[in-house]
């Protein structure tokens, strides 16, 4: 009895060991911080992205909405360049350092090539980032998932993972119930939506998720698509969604 309780004792104590590095696998193969880190995202708010014949539509939960907040400063989608726009789920900060390279990156394009950068360039580069903290010690890895919108000619949608990784969608989910989400949206998604049938899609898969709790004044949606002018990106929150 007192050798199976050493023996366990060992076992929780390399696990221990093997929990406190980002940078070390554990014996089974994983590396615990990063999935540890995966489980942050999903304490977000939740977002649903879809790319439709006209535009990509992104929605985003901004969850409680709190009387004493100015709701500009809660919304969750961000701007990185005229054609490509971002959100996130997981930390807040983490968003916030990795938005900033995202736009920095973007001018950093357009004045060494004069051109407008390429979204899965952008998201590349993200990506590169996010995986470096996985691999050097001394650094946490980013505790966000982050999904890019972009229109180069026609629109596309990624979202990065913890690991670095990044993936091209035609509809995805980012945050809180995102497996359930994306189980909805592998049912009801088609290809040739319009932004408005996208938009539509979004808040009834939020509104079956959610149930009782789902509210239309805590989301905000943005909306990139080809104008007269060029790539436009509107944004609405609350009502005007409807």
Do not use: W
């Not at 992205?49 to 539509?57: H, L, R």
């Not at 709190?66 to 400063?73: A, Q």
């Not at 239309?216 to 698509?225: K, N, V």
């Amino acid at each position: 009895m007192n050798d199976l309780g050493s023996i366990m004792d060992d076992i929780q104590h390399q696990q221990m060991g093997y929990d406190r590095a980002a940078t070390m696998f554990a014996p089974d193969g994983h590396i615990l911080q990063v999935e540890y880190a995966e489980k942050t995202i999903r304490l977000g708010s939740a977002s649903i992205g879809i790319v439709c014949v006209d535009a990509i539509v992104i929605v985003s939960d901004r969850r409680k909405k709190d009387r004493l907040v100015v709701e500009e400063s809660a919304n969750k989608i961000n701007e990185i360049d005229d054609h490509i726009i971002c959100v996130s789920a997981g930390i807040s900060s983490d968003a916030r350092v990795l938005i900033d390279k995202a736009r920095l990156l973007a001018q950093q394009h357009r004045i060494t090539y004069d051109s407008e950068p390429t979204t899965e360039s952008i998201v590349r580069d993200i990506a590169d980032v996010k995986q470096q903290f996985t691999q050097y010690g001394g650094a946490r890895p980013f505790g966000v998932s982050m999904m890019f919108a972009g229109y180069n000619g026609k629109p596309v949608l990624y979202t990065t993972d913890i690991t670095g990784n990044y993936l091209r969608f035609k509809a995805n989910a980012i945050g809180e119930n995102d497996e359930k989400i994306r189980k909805l949206l592998g049912e009801r998604y088609r290809e040739g939506l319009s932004s408005d049938e996208g938009l539509k899609l979004a808040l009834d898969v939020f509104r079956e998720v959610q149930g009782e709790e789902f509210d239309i004044e805590r989301f905000d949606a943005g909306i990139l698509r080809k104008g007269e002018k060029g790539v436009e990106i509107l944004k609405k929150s609350g009502k005007g969604l409807l």
